[in-house]
């Protein structure tokens, strides 16, 4: 994931700064770029906007999965709050999978099994 990550950001940002030069109508009337690269672009521009929600969602987690991890380890074993949090825990858990599985575009873009399509995916073309 972090490869195709960043294998696919400098391709975007050299396709967003070959387009600083076309501010003019003019200038636009010679633009080189064809719908396909425009598309391509949109959808690493899509891969990079859930990636970065997932990064906040893990770094705002965080704080709180530790503080409740050491809240069950200062209790006693049979306290009935532990019960509580492993369950919790477990339909947390249960939901990640599930969400997972239903991400089949991301996970697939990100980690493209066929050679072809992997090398297609690290050089934006």
Known sequence: MRVFILSSAPASLSILESLQPYNTVGKLKSLRVTQADVDTQQENLEILVEVERLRNLV???????????????????????????????????????????TRGKVASKLAPTDPEARR???LGT
Not at 59 to 74: F, K, P, V
Not at 93 to 98: K, T
């Open 120 to 122: 297609s995916a690290i």
């Open 59 to 101: 770094a705002d987690l965080g704080a709180t999965a530790a503080y409740l991890s050491q809240a069950e380890m200062l209790l006693e074993s049979g306290h009935p709050w532990i019960a509580q949090a492993q369950a919790a825990r477990r339909e947390i858990l249960d939901a990640g999978a599930r969400l997972r599985a």
